[in-house]
């Protein structure tokens, strides 16, 4: 069965102080591999998407890393503007489930000055 | 602006009583989905369309029906609610389901059967 698990489920850092956050998946061949921020109340933010082991992104503070068991999301001096819920999500590349998305629980980041 | 629209935002009910939550959007997306967002579950697929007319079922489809009669606009319709369905709903789209496409979320209905 396809499964993404976050780790940890919630993180605390100082500002300015880096960390990662851990998205592990198992699913029979991915399609791509996706990062999403939240805010409370608010629908999910697309941050990324990661297609293949070796492939990185960044966008500002944020980079993205892929493997073929896990993704990381390195946070690199962050601020208190980057506090937010980190959802990971990936799509199979099957037939049948073609157009599912399966999403982890997400990984709360608060970032206190 | 692009964007996917969910109406209404809030919602309070009573079991039994049919409701809609409609969602539209201006994108010329092929695929939309609806997901349920719950403490401690995250968000859970309900149903997806790979374009008009092509529906599928998620993870948790039991007690929810949709429909896709035009392009822009995919309803979420619960016949009969319970309070189990009590929960905050977001309606996504990407271009197509064929590509690794990122999905676009609404703004999310937060709905509350009593």
């Known amino acids: 069965e396809d499964q993404v698990t976050q780790s940890p489920e919630a993180l605390r850092l100082q500002e300015g102080e880096s960390s990662s956050l851990n998205c592990s998946y198992t699913?029979?061949?991915?399609?791509?591999l996706f990062w999403y921020r939240q805010d409370p109340g608010k629908g999910p933010e697309f941050l990324f998407t990661?297609?293949?082991a070796g492939e990185e992104k960044e966008k500002e503070r944020l980079k993205a890393t892929l493997t073929k068991k896990e993704s990381f999301l390195h946070i690199t001096a962050p601020k208190p503007e980057d506090s937010a819920t980190y959802l990971c999500a990936v799509q199979a590349d099957r037939g049948s489930t073609l157009g599912r998305l399966y999403f982890g629980r997400g990984t709360q980041l608060t970032v206190w000055p | 602006e692009a964007q996917v629209t969910q109406n209404p935002r809030y919602l309070i009910t009573v079991t039994g009583k049919k409701l809609t939550v409609t969602c539209s959007q201006n994108m010329n997306h092929e695929y939309m989905s609806w997901y349920r967002q719950d403490p401690g579950l995250g968000l859970r697929q309900i149903y997806y369309s790979m374009n008009v007319e092509v529906t599928d079922k998620g993870d948790v489809p039991e007690g929810y029906k949709v429909s896709r009669k035009e392009k822009r606009n995919f309803p979420l319709i619960l016949e009969s609610p319970s309070p189990n369905q009590t929960s905050l709903y977001f309606c996504?789209?990407?271009?197509?389901?064929?590509?690794?496409?990122?999905?676009?979320f609404g703004p999310g209905t937060r709905l509350t059967v009593t």
């Open positions: 996504a789209s990407s271009l197509s389901y064929r590509g690794n496409y990122e999905q676009y």
């Open positions: 990661l297609y293949s």
């Open positions: 699913v029979s061949g991915l399609r791509g």
